[in-house]
C-alpha cells in the first residue's frame, strides 16, 4: 500500500511539473513573436474628407450677383463686393481650343477690348471695372499672355498671305474667314504682356464651375476650357445681363455691350 500510494504521489507531481512546463514554454513563445499592429477603428483613423465637387448654381439676371474672391494674376486679390459703385464687367474667355492650342477669337477680342479701352477710356465713360477671369493656375495664364503677340502675327499672316494665288481651296476659305472674323490688324511687340483689366486666377475652378461654365468637352474640343462667357452687374451688384457661348463664334460685339451699359446707366 505505501508503494503505491507514493508512486500516486510522484506520477501526481511529475503531472503537475510536466503542466508547469508546458505553460512556461507557451508563455516563452507568446513573448518571442513580433507584435501585430491592429489597425485603427475608422473613428481613429485621420479624417481625409475629399473636397466637394463644385456643382453649378445658376445665377438669375435681375437678382444679386453672389459674392466672390480670386486672387489677381497682376499681383493680390479681388473680392467682387469691393468694386460695389461701380458697373462690373466679367468676361470669361475660353483659353484652350484644343490641346496646346489657344482659342484665337478669345485672343482678338481681349485685345480688342484692350485697343478700345486705350482709345476710347471704357472703364471712365461707362463707370465699369474690366475683370477676365480664366479656369486656370498662374503659370498657364502667363503662358496665355505670352502666347498673344504670336496669336496675333498668326491671325495677320492668314488673312494676309505673300501669295493668295498660290493658295489651296481650303486656304482661301481660311483667309476669308479670318478675314471675316478679325477685321482689324492688331500687333504686339513679342515679350509684351498685356494686361490693362484685372486678371483673375480660377486655378481651382470655383467661379467657373459654380457658374456652370467650365467644360471639359465643348463645340467639338476636349479640353479644360470655359465656355466664353460675359457677365454685367451694376453698381449695386445686381446681374444685369448674361450671355452664354452656344458656340465660340456667336458671343455679342463690344458695341452691343456699350448699349446695355449705358441702359444700366440710364443713359440714352
Given amino acids: 500500500m505505501i508503494n503505491k500510494k507514493k508512486a500516486t ?6 503531472v503537475v511539473l510536466a503542466v508547469a512546463a508546458i505553460i512556461i514554454l507557451f508563455q516563452g513563445q507568446a513573448a518571442a513573436e513580433p507584435q501585430q499592429t491592429v489597425p ?4 481613429q483613423q485621420a479624417q481625409t474628407t475629399p473636397q466637394a465637387e463644385v456643382r453649378p448654381n445658376p445665377v438669375v439676371v435681375g437678382q444679386p450677383m453672389p459674392d466672390f474672391t480670386l486672387p489677381v494674376y497682376q499681383g493680390g486679390s ?6 460695389r459703385g461701380k458697373n462690373v464687367l466679367i468676361l470669361f474667355p475660353r483659353g484652350y481650343a484644343a490641346e496646346n492650342y489657344w482659342c484665337t477669337i478669345c485672343n482678338y477680342r481681349y485685345v480688342e477690348l484692350a485697343e478700345l479701352e486705350k482709345a476710347k477710356k471704357i472703364r471712365e465713360k461707362y463707370n465699369v471695372e474690366i475683370l477676365v477671369v480664366f479656369p486656370y493656375p498662374q503659370d498657364i495664364v502667363k503662358a496665355w499672355l505670352e502666347a ?3 496669336q496675333l502675327e498668326s491671325v495677320r ?11 489651296d481651296e481650303k486656304g482661301k476659305l481660311r483667309m476669308e474667314r479670318f478675314r ?6 492688331y500687333s504686339l511687340e513679342k515679350g509684351t504682356i498685356l494686361a490693362p483689366f484685372p486678371i483673375l486666377v480660377d486655378g481651382e475652378r470655383k467661379l467657373s464651375k459654380g457658374l456652370g461654365l467650365f467644360q471639359t468637352e465643348w463645340n467639338g474640343s476636349k479640353v479644360d476650357q470655359n465656355i466664353p462667357s460675359v457677365y454685367i452687374i451694376d453698381a449695386n451688384g445686381v446681374l444685369q445681363f448674361k450671355y452664354l457661348g452656344q458656340n465660340t463664334v456667336d458671343r455679342p460685339g463690344y458695341d452691343y455691350l456699350f448699349k446695355v451699359l449705358e441702359v ?5
Avoid: M
Fill in 264 to 268: 444700366i446707366n440710364g443713359q440714352k
Fill in 180 to 185: 471675316q472674323l478679325f477685321p482689324a490688324d
Fill in 9 to 14: 504521489i510522484l506520477v501526481a507531481a511529475l
Fill in 148 to 150: 498673344l503677340p504670336g
Fill in 78 to 83: 479681388l473680392s467682387l463686393s469691393s468694386l
Fill in 40 to 43: 485603427a477603428r475608422p473613428a
Fill in 157 to 167: 499672316n492668314t488673312k494676309n498671305p505673300a501669295d493668295p494665288s498660290k493658295l
